[in-house]
């Protein structure tokens, strides 16, 4: 019996060697079947299928409100701007768009309105598209709702990423505070993927950036460390088997070592402009999974459809099949990159993986 996309991604997650490398096309719950000409799309072209909390209706109007505005990185898309409006977060506004940044001291922070998610209702809804995904061969993935990350990127939006900057250095109660915070709706939610039976959780936080992180490893440990770490052990309180995966663009080299002694099974997206993925490999090993390493800045926006091919077997013959999920290295749901190269990229991985 062939076996199924969930049992690739599973034991590429585990530092095993597949009956081929899994591929994905997103990381979210998009799954880049609107990318495709009437007819080319089918289920079994990737491995796994993220699902996604119930939006409300207060982030259907934010969304209404996005639309008009053509996507970028700082209103997103739709499916990431739809979540923002219940933390009263306006994308779309740079100049007041931080619902936090007049904050000056903890009783601001404390009367700010954290949103609630979560309950009966969801956990059943979110259990039946993990089904549907089971039913299908696919591994089920889950992000938790968010401002672009749990901890770091939430923060900083709230706040503004220069406010809470200096909350770091010189207002540490109020970062810690309101870390705290963030935090705690993680868990929940964490915890609510793992009692809908997800097989993956994705965690994120852009914390990189070209060539060095956005903020130093030795401030990453003192905010953020214990508190990831707090959030992995909500989701295996409920399954312990839940595989855990950690996202951040750019660089993060220097706290790999931190991600795999918490039991991180993979990084993503291990963006090839940013990283080298193999010198990650030759120190870890399969001991942490590589789910990306297919140029999404360079390649897929850029190159030709044999460029794709030539980049994914590259990676297959450099990387080994054990503890690789090939994937475009960010989202391909953007209209720069041609269903042209999103083809070749899945045929280069049937072909050699």
């Known amino acids: 019996m062939t076996p199924s996309g969930r049992e690739r991604i599973l034991a590429a997650l585990d530092g095993r060697e597949p009956d081929r490398v899994p591929m994905a096309l997103a990381f979210y719950h998009l799954d880049g079947a609107e990318l495709a ?3 080319a799309w089918r289920d079994d072209m990737v491995d796994i299928g993220f699902v996604a909390f119930p939006v409300s209706d207060e982030e259907q109007e934010l969304r209404r409100r996005a639309m008009p505005h053509e996507g970028n990185t700082r209103i997103g898309n739709a499916s990431q701007v739809a979540r923002y409006a219940m933390w009263g977060y306006r994308s779309e506004d740079p100049e007041h768009g931080n619902p936090l940044e007049g904050a000056t001291c903890l009783a601001d922070l404390e009367r700010f309105p954290f949103p609630l998610v979560g309950g009966r209702r ?6 039946q598209r993990v089904a549907e995904l089971h039913r299908a061969g696919l591994a089920a993935g889950g992000n938790t709702p968010h401002l672009g990350g749990e901890l770091f990127e939430a923060a900083w939006r709230l706040r503004g990423l220069e406010a809470f900057l200096v909350d770091l250095v010189e207002r540490k109660e109020m970062a810690h505070y309101l870390l705290d915070r963030l935090a705690e709706l993680a868990r929940r939610n964490a915890a609510t993927l793992a009692s809908a ?3 993956v959780l994705a965690l994120d936080d852009d914390v990189g950036m070209p060539r060095t992180m956005m903020i130093g490893p030795a401030t990453w440990r003192e905010f953020f460390r214990d508190r990831l770490a707090g959030i992995i052990a909500a989701a295996w309180a409920v399954r312990p088997d839940i595989r855990v995966i950690y996202h951040s663009d750019g660089h993060i080299e220097p706290i790999l070592d931190d991600l795999v002694e918490l039991g991180v099974a993979a990084v993503n997206p291990l963006q090839p402009e940013h990283m080298d993925a193999v010198r990650i ?4 090993g399969s001991r942490l999974a590589l789910w990306g390493t297919v140029g999404r800045q360079t390649t897929f926006a850029f190159g030709t459809a044999d460029d794709i091919r030539r980049e994914v077997r590259t990676r297959i013959e450099t990387l080994g099949r054990a503890g690789l999920v090939l994937c475009p290295s960010y989202d391909v749901d953007e209209p720069d990159v041609p269903w042209s190269n999103v083809a070749a990229f899945l ?4 072909t050699w993986g």
């Open 281 to 284: 490999r030759r120190r870890y």
């Open 122 to 127: 969801v956990v059943e809804d979110l259990a």
């Open 347 to 350: 045929e280069a991985g049937r």
């Open 197 to 199: 039976g997800v097989d």
């Open 37 to 39: 000409p009437p007819g």
